[in-house]
């Protein structure tokens, strides 16, 4: 039995005085007024991937920063305790991130809901939202004002802080940068348990050290996020290859040569019918003619390749969208026939992947095992990983997407947390390759032994990627100091200084088992 935190400030005394005793001391629920000791914490033990599962010794669900930076200023001046701290948004970690085992796991969802948008025509508009809301909920919000954030995720049922805390990519990255590219000011609460805004030009060590940085360095409370005009209707479009080499030159006409005209530029590995079938769950387009020309026949096994891009209504403009669509595909070399294209609401084109959850729910594919494997490689590097990863999965069944798409270096700053692979010099064209393997483990014929290989794929691949292509984890996961040290490179030594600043007793995010408390 766990328990769930309602604090005051007399109270938290009496519930660090608790957290001094053996636990069994609290094994069924207790009322000290209004500090409540109630609850479970099976929601807080087990994340998305289904991997880790960690058992904290409470939950806390705030109802403010102020209930934070309490909690954390209470944990760090008291002696006794060895208690460690974990944000938890929406709970789509992967390997336990925001687990903390026997620690304490703040929900970030029970923060009041706020989401307060401003309209200016000179300095652009912008939202101030709180680091527990889902993306989702800040897009339906922001339609109603004609507005919208510039860069997402694929999937938006995400908290906001928890994006901010990793990078946050999509098909818009090459075009806006990742999230934290998009931000103009942050509220976060330190390890030390002090509540600080800070943007580039306030406190901008921390500003930028939250930004992507894993939670290590606080967690975000509130972050103001720069806003655009939203488009009513959006183009969708697939084109298919069978030359990768092709695939990826029509991947870089789209993202540099045609970033003005296009707004969202993806790509994905087809590696069977099956495959092929599945990528269409959201696309809304007949898939009566792509199957039979691209499989014949049941047993092929021919891999090919689809870029997915997509450019957003601008009719007020004169712009007609199958004309500029038209302009563009005829510079493109994919397979003949094979350009799907489809008109579809904004809303719905951004929160497609929900279309494809609905789906796996009731196959019973979603609520299972994921041992995803997310990377940046650097473009002179994709080739050969590509080859790495195709050779390393073939001896296994492989079920979900296989992402590769090209995003640009320049629109990162290089003073957030986040790293993507050195440079390797004039001949990348400033692109680097975001590739996520998103495996589905199926519960009814992948045992754990199966699934042991799965991971073991995963490790094979991130070895030789990061020691021969130089290729760094997105959403890493190491267990280790050195792997750590090797992850960030040039950055680890700005990464320790942060951390001995801002979180001294290493209290925040023990799941990313990058520091041990002190």
């Given at each position: 039995m766990g328990f769930t935190l309602f604090s005051t400030r007399i109270n938290f005394l009496i519930f660090l005085l608790v957290l001094s005793s053996p636990c069994e001391?609290?094994?069924?629920?207790?009322?000290?007024?209004?500090?409540?000791?109630?609850?479970?914490t099976d929601t807080a033990s087990l994340d998305f991937g289904r991997m880790s599962f960690r058992a904290p010794f409470a939950l806390f669900r705030p109802q403010s920063a102020e209930d934070i930076a309490l909690l954390l200023s209470f944990i760090y001046t008291s002696s006794f305790s060895k208690l460690t701290v974990a944000a938890k948004g929406a709970g789509h970690s992967i390997n336990g991130q925001a687990q903390a085992l026997n620690g304490i796991v703040v929900e970030m969802d029970s923060l009041p809901p706020s989401i307060k948008i401003y309209k200016d025509e000179e300095k652009g508009s912008y939202v101030d939202v709180s680091g527990g809301t889902l993306w989702i909920e800040l897009l339906e919000k922001t339609l109603k004002e004609g507005l919208a954030p510039r860069s997402w995720t694929d999937y938006l049922y995400l908290s906001v802080g928890g994006t901010l805390s990793n990078a946050g990519i999509s098909g818009q990255t090459f075009k806006y940068g990742p999230q934290i590219s998009n931000v103009l000011q942050l509220d976060v609460v330190t390890g030390t348990g002090k509540l600080v805004t800070c943007s580039p030009s306030k406190s901008s060590e921390l500003f930028y050290?939250?930004?992507?940085?894993?939670?290590?360095?606080?967690i975000i409370t509130k972050a103001?996020?720069?806003l655009q005009e939203s488009p009513k209707n959006v183009k969708w479009v697939r084109t298919f290859y069978e030359d990768f080499d092709q695939f990826i030159k029509d991947q870089e006409f789209l993202v540099v040569s045609m970033d003005s005209k296009v707004d969202y530029v993806e790509g994905f590995i087809v590696l069977n019918k099956e495959s092929l079938q599945s990528s269409f769950t959201a696309f809304p387009a007949n898939l009566g003619t792509i199957v039979p020309q691209l499989y014949q026949n049941e047993t092929s096994s021919k891999v090919y390749y689809c870029i997915e891009f997509a450019i957003y209504d601008q009719s007020h403009k004169g712009v007609k969208l199958d004309q500029v669509v038209k302009e563009i595909s005829k510079e493109m070399k994919y397979l003949p026939t094979q350009l799907y294209s489809v008109g579809v609401p904004y809303l719905d084109f951004l929160n497609r992947v929900k279309v494809e959850e609905v789906n796996l729910r009731k196959v019973g594919m979603w609520d299972v095992t994921h041992p995803w494997l997310n990377m940046f490689v650097s473009f002179n590097g994709i080739t050969q990983f590509k080859d790495l990863l195709l050779e390393t999965i073939s001896s296994s069944p492989f079920q979900g997407p296989i992402?590769?798409?090209?995003?640009?270096?320049?629109?990162?700053?290089?003073?957030?947390?986040?790293?993507l692979p050195e440079s390797g010099g004039k001949d990348e064209k400033n692109l680097v390759y975001a590739v996520g393997m998103l495996r589905s483990a199926n519960p009814n014929t992948c045992t754990k032994k199966c699934l042991n290989e799965f991971l073991q794929q995963n490790l094979h691949i991130t070895t030789k990627a990061t020691t021969d292509l130089g290729g760094k984890q997105y959403l890493p996961h190491y267990t280790d100091e050195e792997q750590w040290k090797q992850h960030f490179g040039g950055k680890w030594e700005r990464f320790l200084e942060r951390k001995s600043e801002f979180d001294p007793l290493h209290l925040l995010a023990p799941g990313q088992s990058i520091f041990k408390r002190t």
């Amino acid at each position: 039995m766990g328990f769930t935190l309602f604090s005051t400030r007399i109270n938290f005394l009496i519930f660090l005085l608790v957290l001094s005793s053996p636990c069994e001391f609290i094994q069924s629920p207790m009322d000290f007024g209004p500090l409540k000791l109630t609850g479970t914490t099976d929601t807080a033990s087990l994340d998305f991937g289904r991997m880790s599962f960690r058992a904290p010794f409470a939950l806390f669900r705030p109802q403010s920063a102020e209930d934070i930076a309490l909690l954390l200023s209470f944990i760090y001046t008291s002696s006794f305790s060895k208690l460690t701290v974990a944000a938890k948004g929406a709970g789509h970690s992967i390997n336990g991130q925001a687990q903390a085992l026997n620690g304490i796991v703040v929900e970030m969802d029970s923060l009041p809901p706020s989401i307060k948008i401003y309209k200016d025509e000179e300095k652009g508009s912008y939202v101030d939202v709180s680091g527990g809301t889902l993306w989702i909920e800040l897009l339906e919000k922001t339609l109603k004002e004609g507005l919208a954030p510039r860069s997402w995720t694929d999937y938006l049922y995400l908290s906001v802080g928890g994006t901010l805390s990793n990078a946050g990519i999509s098909g818009q990255t090459f075009k806006y940068g990742p999230q934290i590219s998009n931000v103009l000011q942050l509220d976060v609460v330190t390890g030390t348990g002090k509540l600080v805004t800070c943007s580039p030009s306030k406190s901008s060590e921390l500003f930028y050290a939250a930004l992507g940085g894993l939670g290590q360095f606080g967690i975000i409370t509130k972050a103001r996020i720069l806003l655009q005009e939203s488009p009513k209707n959006v183009k969708w479009v697939r084109t298919f290859y069978e030359d990768f080499d092709q695939f990826i030159k029509d991947q870089e006409f789209l993202v540099v040569s045609m970033d003005s005209k296009v707004d969202y530029v993806e790509g994905f590995i087809v590696l069977n019918k099956e495959s092929l079938q599945s990528s269409f769950t959201a696309f809304p387009a007949n898939l009566g003619t792509i199957v039979p020309q691209l499989y014949q026949n049941e047993t092929s096994s021919k891999v090919y390749y689809c870029i997915e891009f997509a450019i957003y209504d601008q009719s007020h403009k004169g712009v007609k969208l199958d004309q500029v669509v038209k302009e563009i595909s005829k510079e493109m070399k994919y397979l003949p026939t094979q350009l799907y294209s489809v008109g579809v609401p904004y809303l719905d084109f951004l929160n497609r992947v929900k279309v494809e959850e609905v789906n796996l729910r009731k196959v019973g594919m979603w609520d299972v095992t994921h041992p995803w494997l997310n990377m940046f490689v650097s473009f002179n590097g994709i080739t050969q990983f590509k080859d790495l990863l195709l050779e390393t999965i073939s001896s296994s069944p492989f079920q979900g997407p296989i992402l590769i798409y090209p995003i640009k270096r320049d629109k990162w700053n290089s003073n957030a947390s986040a790293v993507l692979p050195e440079s390797g010099g004039k001949d990348e064209k400033n692109l680097v390759y975001a590739v996520g393997m998103l495996r589905s483990a199926n519960p009814n014929t992948c045992t754990k032994k199966c699934l042991n290989e799965f991971l073991q794929q995963n490790l094979h691949i991130t070895t030789k990627a990061t020691t021969d292509l130089g290729g760094k984890q997105y959403l890493p996961h190491y267990t280790d100091e050195e792997q750590w040290k090797q992850h960030f490179g040039g950055k680890w030594e700005r990464f320790l200084e942060r951390k001995s600043e801002f979180d001294p007793l290493h209290l925040l995010a023990p799941g990313q088992s990058i520091f041990k408390r002190t």
